[in-house]
T-cell receptor, first 112, second 112 residues
Framework: DVKVTQSSRYLVKRTGEKVFLECVQD?????MFWYRQDPGLGLRLIYF???????EKGDIPEGYSVSREKKERFSLILESASTNQTSMYLC???????????FGPGTRLLVL | QKEVEQDPGPLSVPEGAIVSLNCTYS??????FMWYRQYSRKGPELLMY????GNKEDGRFTAQVDKSSKYISLFIRDSQPSDSATYLC????????????FGTGTRLQVFP
């Protein structure tokens, strides 16, 4: 059974803080993704990675960076959190393109 | 115009009803079509996966793809209160560089 875990379910941070969101998958998947989900906007792709140390910008990368030092771990970094980054953050992984994406439980981030 | 359009609902039906959830899309290159179910405060989980046109059935769920009309549907027979969730359609093209594009989700409520 594929498992994608995220480091926190809920997080409250102050404007300007550096925020780390971590995602770990246990199925040796090649590809990993970070999305944010907002009401009325659906899932929007922030960054993705098809290999260790590789990263690609998604549709809304501004204000975010990522790190993939190990195959199973994909971190999302908010360099200086802002209130408009308050959102639900979802990590996903897949073995290959056009295959099922498996999602983590999400992290609800509130930036005050 | 969004690439994928989905009515946000909410859709409220009595237990036992047949539910029809739909998405339209504009990109004729889409080949892979998925339906995800997302319970409140959880990550999406894959419900149905179809390739190209046609129908696919899994228990009470039937996914239908009509590529000529650029229209996909998910039918739920004998709906249960446990089906209450948000349903997201998702689709992608056949190339490895194609991203998965999500609808905004339809919220379904099945009342006893």
């Amino acid at each position: 059974d594929v498992k994608v875990t995220q480091s926190s379910r809920y997080l409250v941070k102050r404007t300007g803080e550096k925020v780390f969101l971590e995602c770990v998958q246990d199925m040796d998947h090649e590809n990993m993704f970070w999305y944010r989900q907002d009401p009325g906007l659906g899932l929007r792709l922030i960054y993705f990675s098809y290999d260790v140390k590789m990263k690609e910008k998604g549709d809304i990368p501004e204000g975010y960076s990522v790190s993939r030092e190990k195959k199973e771990r994909f971190s999302l970094i908010l360099e200086s959190a802002s209130t408009n980054q308050t959102s639900m953050y979802l990590c996903a992984s897949e073995q290959g393109r056009q295959e099922t994406q498996y999602f983590g439980p999400g992290t609800r981030l509130l930036v005050l | 115009q969004k690439e994928v359009e989905q009515d946000p609902g909410p859709l409220s039906v009595p237990e036992g009803a047949i539910v029809s959830l739909n998405c339209t899309y504009s990109n004729s290159a889409f080949q892979y079509f998925m339906w995800y179910r997302q319970y409140s405060r959880k990550g999406p989980e894959l419900l149905m996966y179809t390739y190209s046109s046609g129908n696919k059935e899994d228990g009470r769920f039937t996914a239908q793809v009509d590529k000529s009309s650029k229209y996909i549907s998910l039918f739920i027979r004998d709906s249960q209160p446990s089906d209450s969730a948000t349903y997201l359609c998702a689709m992608s093209g056949r190339f490895n560089t194609d991203k998965l594009i999500f609808g905004t989700g339809t919220r379904l409520q099945v009342f006893p």
